[in-house]
């Protein structure tokens, strides 16, 4: 029988640290965390958590070893997409290529831009 995307979320969600805003937050004043957005390269463009790196979903497995923010697999990861779909995937996936340290932002980039945190958006993008 085929997996279905309910399936592949069910599994990876069991690798998964959920965060809420606030410990999110908190994560974004440490030292040496390291913020990826995992969503398309237009998405992150339009606003991000600060301090954000844009490695998509699609790319990530590749990024691995070769993006100086995927270099450190003990290093706290921060994972966020826009709603949780994706972010839940790949933290699963990054969890599986031996980063211990991964957290994901419950409610992404909707959740987050929702309340009082903060976001950044590329001043080159004319909003």
Known sequence: MALTKEDFLAQARDAVN?????AAE?????????????????????G??????????GLLEFMVGNHPALSNTQATV????KNG??????????KQMGFDQVKMLVGGFDGWQGSVHKVEVDPNIYQ
């Open 18 to 22: 959920p965060v809420d805003g606030d």
């Open 48 to 57: 991000h958590l600060p301090g954000g790196v844009n490695v998509p979903r």
């Open 78 to 81: 921060l994972l966020y997409c």
């Open 26 to 46: 908190a994560l974004l004043a440490q030292d040496g965390v390291v913020v990826l957005d995992v969503r398309e390269p237009a998405e992150f463009d339009m």
């Open 85 to 94: 779909g994706r972010s839940t995937l790949a933290a699963h996936t990054l």
